[in-house]
């Protein structure tokens, strides 16, 4: 894959609710009502990452999970990113009746 222009890049962050541009990223945090939830939560994020052999990088920390997502063989952001980040947004919604919060 092709890093994304900046044109393109504003353009796919419109679609995804709370992620923001980090430099070469986009990350978003989340907040869950418990310990355990936080981590069904990210165990839910890594089948997801596995299944499009794209990993992001995982901040736990107690309730609080911030995922970043780059392409780092191509030093940048690409479609993959936001792919993986869709992806997310609609699992997130099988969470949302636990209360969690963004951050």
Do not use: I, R
């Given at each position: 894959m092709t890093k994304m222009s900046k044109a393109e890049i504003a353009?796919?962050?419109?679609g995804l609710v709370?992620?923001?541009l980090e430099g070469k990223t986009i990350a978003k945090g989340y907040e869950f009502p418990s310990f355990p939830e936080a981590m069904r939560f990210v165990n839910k994020v890594a089948g997801l990452a596995e299944a499009a052999d794209h990993h992001p990088d995982i901040l736990i920390n107690y309730r609080k999970v911030t995922l970043t997502l780059s392409t780092h063989d191509e030093g940048g952001l690409t479609k993959k990113d936001f792919e993986l980040a869709s992806q997310i947004e609609k699992e997130r919604k099988s969470f949302k009746e636990t209360g969690?919060?963004?951050f």
């Open positions: 353009a796919s962050l419109e709370g992620w923001k969690n919060k963004v």
